[in-house]
């Protein structure tokens, strides 16, 4: 009974550790999701600060900001090192969306082989018999004075 008692106990640390495996591979996807559209947005205001200062004369002043201190230049030099900064970060999400895919596939594999299934939320609520018990819009209600 003991041996069985202890494989019982084995086989739940193990899916507790896949599941916390599982979780971590899930974290690491969100973060990537996170990182390439903080650096997507980041392109986007590389393109606005481009398109306004495409147009002006080339000796006109403008100021950047460099390492926290901002450098008056003009647009002549401003211009370029906007085009090479943006272009670094579209190289930057290229290689992140790489990862992405990388990680996706990871976590497909790791869900066919330890025979994951992530339940959708409609799901659990036809198997929760039609309860809404805790299912709200996330308001916390306190108890009326």
Aim: aromatic content about 4%.
């Amino acid at each position: 009974m003991a041996s069985k008692s202890s494989s019982e106990n084995s086989e739940l640390m193990n899916e507790q550790v896949i599941a916390n495996m599982y979780a971590a591979m899930r974290s690491e996807l969100n973060q990537f999701y996170s990182k390439i559209t903080e650096l997507e947005m980041e392109v986007s205001e590389h393109n606005l600060v481009i398109e306004a200062i495409q147009p002006l004369d080339p000796s006109r002043r403008c100021y950047r900001m460099i390492g926290g201190v901002l450098v008056e230049r003009t647009v002549r030099e401003v211009l370029p090192a906007v085009h090479r900064n943006k272009d670094g970060l579209q190289e930057v999400i290229a290689r992140l969306n790489e990862a992405l895919e990388r990680k996706k596939k990871e976590i497909s594999e790791f869900e066919v082989k330890h025979k994951i299934r992530v339940r959708k939320a409609e799901d659990e609520s036809k198997e929760g018999g039609g309860r809404k018990e805790g299912s709200g819009q996330g308001v916390l209600v306190g108890p009326a004075m």
